[in-house]
């Protein structure tokens, strides 16, 4: 059995690479994900060490000791942290020329000879789920033998072997929450619209929409919902709640846990029974009916992606929701007490400048609990990116999707729309949805009726303003 090392690696500070979000950077709030896609094949291996660096702060000098006293080396990469983690390998394989060192992700998963050409020091890098792949290189199996990989061989050249047939009896992965509990301080992780400590966890893969430019369902995922058994989930959380007693909140982190309902409904009702506070990710669509069970059993926040207030655009994403609806879904949240974080992107195709200012007007009509607004990112392996090489939106000579200092920029542009219109609009729009005098109210009255959240709001107010004030200079 090969002692196995999962990092994270150091990064930009505050940057979240092994983000579960669909966007790897620097975040207006500093935000942490459990990195929850190295932890699942971590936990196949007991034995295993699991180093989750930028929330633990965290530098070369402190994790490039573990080199020397492990054989196997599997670094989660992503596009914006590629050349970054690149680098950490070959300080990893200068100090220990013996190491193995594999790459996983969904930038290696979608572009693995590209991956491994301009990363000599790589040794292999793995597709699609990457669980047992990770678990049968570690013990010792051939790579010639080991499906879902993509390998250099004795004589430098790059071997595809076939794909590794994807998992369907989930139930099959032990407990990540394990893995959190002998290697990570769940107090480093810290997203601001869930209380604090949180854990999040997944409890399905894969997703039913089909939007253009999501990242994990069209690259490691799959637009198939497979999950985990209702007893399952709940046996974890159970788990969870005796390894981590002080936690405030569960996060479901599938891409759409609403994607089945009567599922969701009943992993609410068994939640409702234990008491806990919890939250997941939803499409604007449940209907009344399942929300008002996910609130009576423990529901706080639901994060929902908006993506856009234009009708047109949502067509043109694939986005698969009506404005109609996500209106009425809303005011149904407003009305059982369910609070919502909605996500926001400008920069899609169909993006102009009224577009930009139906999304604003349609945020604060609607006035989710926060927001989120991001740049549009064509990540390669989605048809966002496809489809933006192919129209001239995106000159993929200079395709970053971050600066140099892991904050995101607009890589895409059209021809009544430009880079920089399109990087401007966040910051109007953010202005434009909390500087209401309703809003200020509302974010007041909250700090006033809680210490701790009036610490924290405090604490995001000044990051917030440092991070307007980082993008302004750029």
């Keep these: 059995m090969l002692k196995t090392l999962f990092l994270q690696p150091p990064s930009f500070d505050g940057f979240d690479g092994g983000a579960g979000s669909r966007y790897q950077a620097r975040r207006e709030i500093k935000s942490f994900w459990f990195p929850t896609w190295l932890a699942q094949p971590a936990a196949l291996l007991p034995d295993s060490t699991l180093i989750d660096a930028p929330p633990a702060r965290l530098t070369m000098a402190d994790v490039l000791p573990h080199a020397k006293t492990h054989d196997l080396l599997i670094i989660h990469t992503s596009t914006p942290s590629f050349g970054n983690d690149v680098k950490v390998a070959e300080a990893f394989k200068a100090e220990n020329p013996d190491m193995i060192i594999g790459f996983v992700g969904a930038k290696v998963a979608v572009q693995p000879e590209e991956s491994l050409s301009r990363a000599k020091v790589v040794d292999f890098v793995a597709g699609n789920e990457f669980d047992f792949t990770i678990k049968e290189i570690a013990e010792g199996k051939p790579f010639a033998e ?52 949180y854990v999040s966890i997944y409890t399905g893969r894969g997703c039913k929409s089909h939007c253009t430019f999501c990242l994990w369902p069209q690259t490691v995922g799959g637009h198939k919902y497979r999950t985990r058994s209702v007893e ?14 002080q936690v405030e909140e569960f996060m479901f982190d599938d891409d759409t846990f609403t994607d089945d309902l009567p599922r969701a409904e009943a992993i609410a009702i068994e939640l409702g029974k234990l008491g806990v506070t919890w939250s997941c990710n939803a499409k604007a669509n449940v209907p009344y009916k ?61 993006e102009t ?45 200079h395709a970053e999707l971050i600066d140099e ?55 995001e107010g000044v990051e917030f303003f440092a991070f307007l004030k980082e993008r302004k200079a750029a």
């Design 146 to 197: 080991v499906d879902g990989i993509m390998y250099r061989d004795a004589n430098g050249a790059l071997i595809k072997n076939k794909d590794r047939a994807i998992l369907h009896d989930m139930d099959q992965l032990p407990f990540v929450t394990e893995v959190y509990a002998k290697h990570l301080r769940i107090e480093d992780y810290f997203i601001g619209y869930l209380k604090h400590p």
């Design 232 to 245: 399952n989930v709940i046996a974890e959380i159970k788990r969870a709640k005796e390894l981590f007693p």
């Design 290 to 350: 399942t929300l008002k069970i996910l609130k009576e059993n423990g529901l706080r926040l639901l994060l929902v992606g908006y993506e856009s207030g234009n009708q047109q655009i949502l067509y043109n994403i694939k986005k698969g929701m009506r404005i109609d609806v996500a209106k009425r879904f809303t005011a149904d949240c407003h009305k059982l007490g369910i609070k919502i974080h909605g996500t926001f992107i400008v920069g899609l195709p169909g």
């Design 353 to 397: 400048q009224e577009t930009l200012k139906e999304t604003v007007e349609f945020a604060k009509e609607i006035n989710p609990h926060t927001i989120q607004v991001s740049l549009a990112a064509p990540y390669p392996g989605t048809f966002l990116y496809n489809q933006a090489v192919k129209e001239g939106w995106l000159d993929i000579e």
């Design 405 to 459: 200092h892991g904050v995101q920029i607009a890589p895409l542009h059209y021809p009544h729309l430009s880079h920089q219109e399109i990087f401007n609009s966040v910051e109007t729009i953010y202005r434009k949805f909390y500087f209401r005098p309703s809003k200020i109210l509302s974010i007041l009255n909250e700090m006033i009726r809680s210490p701790d959240m009036m610490k924290r709001r405090l604490r």
